[in-house]
């Protein structure tokens, strides 16, 4: 029993002092998707509609609209990253334009992750 306490106290101090260099990294990956952002004269706007159907389980299924205004002055691409689906495709958006990208989940999913410029 004492060996097992040793080695669990052997992991634990592993552990902590490999956590710093794990933190690291996810500070430059973090700070690498931040360049990749879009303009902050990009909008999006999400809303939610009922579609009055259930699927399978009986939940109801609720459309998730994404809709990004471009009110930069240049064109911009964009993307948008859902939760629970693969991302939208890249979208080129000309000056004072709008598109739309919507997905179908239940209701209890907020699937609207972030827009993304590709």
């Known amino acids: ?19 710093p260099a794990q933190a690291a990294g996810i500070a430059q990956a973090t ?3 931040q360049a990749a952002g879009v303009p902050s004269c990009v909008d999006t706007y999400v809303y939610r509609e009922y579609t009055g159907k259930r699927n399978s389980l009986n939940e109801v299924m609720v459309k998730t609209t994404a809709r990004v205004t471009n009110n930069c002055k240049d064109s911009v691409s ?8 693969r991302d939208s495709n890249c979208r080129r ?3 004072g334009r709008k598109v739309y990208e919507s997905i179908v989940a239940t209701q209890d999913r907020k699937p609207y992750q972030k827009t993304k410029s590709c």
């Open 93 to 95: 958006i000309t000056s």
């Open 31 to 33: 700070g690498s998707t």
């Open 78 to 85: 964009v993307k948008v990253a859902w939760s629970w689906a």
């Open 1 to 19: 029993m004492r060996f097992l306490s040793v080695a669990l106290v052997g992991a634990a101090l592993a552990t902590g002092f490999a956590a």
